[in-house]
């Protein structure tokens, strides 16, 4: 594996991950304003988002049931997961050109990401 080849894998997983996760809220986008674009909102009253709007597990479901706002939100998660996935391309590129401080580097970011997203989580 080479510098060349890992980022042409990293150039085309952004890509993909970016149009990918822009078709899927585009989608759930048309499919809520289809389904909801002639309700009456009531701008006064604000209450937190049902789980299956914040929970992992609820959101895939959701989608796969095809409910708009899970569609949209899954969207938003493959958004999120690119610069994830991105980065743990790069840690085992890195790993398979055996270049340890890149390898290093790459961990602590991926091990930040993570713990950023998690407690994130916990918190809300």
Same mark, same amino acid.
């Given at each position: 594996?080479?510098?060349?080849?890992?980022?042409?894998?990293? !150039?085309?997983?952004?890509?993909?991950?970016? +149009?990918? !996760?822009? @078709?899927?809220?585009? @989608? =759930?986008?048309?499919?809520?304003?289809?389904? %909801? =674009? @002639?309700?009456?909102?009531?701008? %006064?009253? /604000?209450? !937190?988002?049902?789980?299956?709007? $914040?929970?992992? %597990? *609820?959101? &895939?479901?959701? @989608?796969?049931?095809? $409910?708009?706002?899970? #569609?949209?939100?899954?969207? &938003?998660?493959? +958004?999120?997961?690119?610069?994830?996935? $991105? #980065?743990? #391309?790069?840690? &085992?590129? /890195?790993?398979?050109? *055996?270049? *340890?401080?890149?390898?290093?580097?790459a961990a602590i970011v991926l091990a930040l990401?993570?713990?950023? +997203?998690?407690?994130?989580? !916990?918190?809300?």
């Open positions: 594996m080479t510098d060349s080849k890992i980022e042409r894998l990293i !150039a085309a997983l952004l890509r993909a991950g970016v +149009l990918v !996760a822009g @078709a899927v809220v585009l @989608a =759930g986008g048309c499919y809520y304003v289809a389904a %909801h =674009g @002639a309700d009456i909102v009531d701008y %006064h009253k /604000f209450g !937190a988002q049902p789980d299956t709007d $914040r929970l992992l %597990h *609820r959101i &895939v479901g959701g @989608a796969i049931a095809l $409910r708009p706002r899970s #569609v949209i939100q899954l969207g &938003v998660l493959l +958004l999120i997961a690119t610069p994830i996935l $991105r #980065v743990t #391309v790069s840690l &085992v590129g /890195f790993a398979m050109e *055996r270049d *340890r401080l890149y390898v290093t580097i990401l993570v713990y950023s +997203l998690t407690s994130g989580m !916990a918190g809300g």
